[in-house]
């Protein structure tokens, strides 16, 4: 769109899990070297692009070592790399994976005000056994400890997820667990699918879809509801709250306003005045709904 523009730093994924078909069609994860992410990310931004997103099926496991010195640049060290590019150009990053997103990667988000305060961490499950069936290499336990780490590292920073209800064996009671700990997370926004197999995946080779669909369907359902009110109770927390607004275009709604996005990737839509695309405003929020915030601009 001119604003916002997309870097992939790696390709491929090792992660198998057993409802994936990735890792069979983009091979073995491989790594950029992160001087050409970074040449890339300059050359981006002296062509008026005011946001770059860092792209990888598993962002986390970023890792390359310099041939020359034998030192190994991770992800973290990436991120403020290129957040060091300049400090007016934004950094999102996507995907990470609880396995793998360090407390470094916290702080380097923690220290530099041009990287995001938004993380996507896809759950998919919140039932330990479930997890293990889907081969996601941790547990819940293990998962409600990074969230506590993010919210103790970067209080303000807004949290997405994935959740699959209805996987193989699923039963009501770990289906509630999905539940409960999207109770205890709130997530700002999920992205929430039912189960459907996937030819040549380890699921479809070891487990039977035994869900009957109209069950997912009810459990989809419950998951959707509850999002829904998290995220407009999330969404209810920064009315009154002035945020810096990167405008992506004109509103689909209304051609008197514009929107674009704060830095917890929140869309947020205000009257168009005499801004235009690409430009930083800031804006009071004044309302919102469960997927948008509305507000006006504030003038210094």
């Known amino acids: 769109n001119g604003v916002s523009a997309f870097i992939s730093i790696m390709r491929g994924c090792d992660n198998m899990c ?6 069979f069609t983009r091979g073995r994860e491989r790594s950029r070297d992160p001087f050409s992410i970074l040449a ?7 062509r008026g692009y005011k ?3 860092l792209l990888g099926q598993n962002v986390d496991s970023y890792s390359w070592k310099n041939p020359e010195t034998n030192i190994n640049i991770n992800f973290a060290d990436l991120l403020s790399m290129v957040a060091e590019t300049d400090q007016s150009l934004r950094v999102r990053f996507s995907t990470s994976h609880p396995k793998d997103i360090t407390d470094q990667v916290l702080h380097a988000i923690k220290k530099h005000d041009n990287i995001c305060n938004y993380i996507h961490l896809p759950i998919q499950s919140g039932n330990s056994e479930v997890l293990e069936r889907m081969n996601r290499t941790y547990d819940r336990a293990w998962y409600m400890e990074r969230i506590k780490a993010i919210w103790s590292i970067i209080p303000d920073c807004a949290i997405s997820t994935d959740i699959i209800t209805g996987f193989c064996g699923e039963t009501e009671a770990q289906h509630k667990d999905t539940l409960s700990i999207m109770e205890y997370v709130k997530y700002d926004l999920a992205y929430m699918f039912k189960y459907s197999e996937r030819p040549g995946t380890l699921a479809e080779k070891k487990y039977a879809d035994d869900i009957p669909e109209q069950v997912k369907s009810k459990r989809l359902n419950e998951i959707i509801e509850k999002q829904q009110k998290h995220s407009e109770h999330r969404n209810k ?4 709250e002035v945020f810096l607004v990167l405008i992506e275009g004109v509103s689909k709604r209304s051609k008197e ?3 674009g996005r704060n830095d917890q990737n929140k869309i947020v839509i205000f009257p168009k005045g005499k801004h235009k695309r690409g430009e930083y405003v800031n804006i ?3 309302r919102c709904t469960s997927a948008t915030l509305f507000g006006d601009v504030v003038y210094n």
């Open 237 to 240: 927390k920064h009315l009154n």
């Open 257 to 259: 306003h514009l929107f």
């Open 284 to 286: 009071l929020v004044n």
């Open 18 to 23: 057993s409802f994936c078909v990735v890792p």
């Open 40 to 46: 890339e990310a300059k050359d981006l931004f002296d």
């Open 51 to 53: 946001e770059v997103c």
